[in-house]
């Protein structure tokens, strides 16, 4: 196998994967948003700051809204989102652990509070058929569970 083609590769889509969940964000989003209309364009007469204050709440949801491409190669991980291409190497990460949506590589060798900032997140799909692979994958180049 070359170093071009993934060992592993999948796609995590939340919102088309978890339909009742996104129904709940979305209903959700809409209370937000006009709650915050009726603060800051009714009551406070200034409408950019509800389109910013809406734009940044958005912008932190966006990987649940996308789909999001991972792909381990013998080197390397590469997420794909949208228009953003992260790739890290294995070396990076110092231990890894299994949280409640996926898998978090942490560039600590005990997990840490700093780790949704520094490390990596892997999230599951919805059918968690990877899950296997990716462990022995992450056992063979991080090895260092916690």
């Known amino acids: 196998m070359s170093d071009n083609e ?43 700051f509800f389109y910013l204050g809406m734009g940044v709440f958005l912008l932190s949801l966006i990987t649940y809204f996308i789909p999001t491409t991972y792909e381990l190669y013998e080197n390397k991980i590469m997420v794909h989102y949208w228009l953003i291409k992260a790739e890290r190497p294995y070396s990076h990460f110092g231990c890894y652990y299994i949280d409640k949506k996926g898998i978090m590589l942490s560039t600590f060798k005990m997990p840490r509070k700093l780790d949704p900032f520094r490390g990596l997140s892997l999230r599951f799909s919805k059918t968690r058929k990877e899950k296997d692979e990716l462990l022995k994958i992450l056992e063979d180049k991080i090895g260092n569970k916690v």
């Open 6 to 48: 993934p060992k592993l590769k999948w796609i995590s889509y939340p919102f088309k994967d978890f339909p009742l969940s996104s129904a709940l964000l979305i209903a959700f989003l809409i209370i937000i948003s006009l709650l915050l209309w009726k603060i800051t364009v009714v009551n406070w007469n200034m409408p950019l």
